[in-house]
């Protein structure tokens, strides 16, 4: 009896456990309103996020989301997760820093092309302070098979 107890409340964790992931669209991503700072050290204007209630509740957390895959450098295993495909994104479009994120991968992971649409699950973390990163990076990533 006691065996199935204990068996009962491993999966009922485990269920609660997997369904912890939360889905992010980009539309709340990019809903972040930005702050020109003058830093003097750079001699220049930058801007910085400021995150709101939403936002900060999805710092350090697993979530998952979808977008295109911009290769910065395949070889390091560089890679940037967008809101928009290559022409239209942060770098070559109309879109701002909040439409794209850096990505890194857990383990091992395939070459992916310029422009492929995947889905990754992986510990999203806010930037406000680090002006060599993106505001954006979602750390131990992982393909979600679609």
Known sequence: MRIKILFICLAVFSVTHLSAQKEVEWS???DVSFKDIYLE?????????LFDDKHKKLDSQEIEI???IIPLDVEANMY???????SACFFCGN?????????????????????ERITLNGILNL??????????IL?????IPK
Not at 80 to 86: I, K, V
Not at 98 to 105: G, L, R, Y
């Open 127 to 136: 930037n406000d302070s680090d002006i060599d990163e993106l505001i954006y």
């Open 28 to 30: 709340t991503l990019m």
């Open 41 to 49: 050290s750079e001699d220049m204007y930058v801007y910085f996020p």
């Open 139 to 143: 750390n131990q990533a992982e393909e």
């Open 95 to 115: 879109a701002g820093p909040e439409s794209v994120m850096a990505v890194n991968f857990a383990g091992n992971n395939r070459r992916y092309n310029t422009d």
């Open 66 to 68: 979808t977008g295109y």
């Open 80 to 86: 940037f997760l967008s809101a928009y495909p290559f």
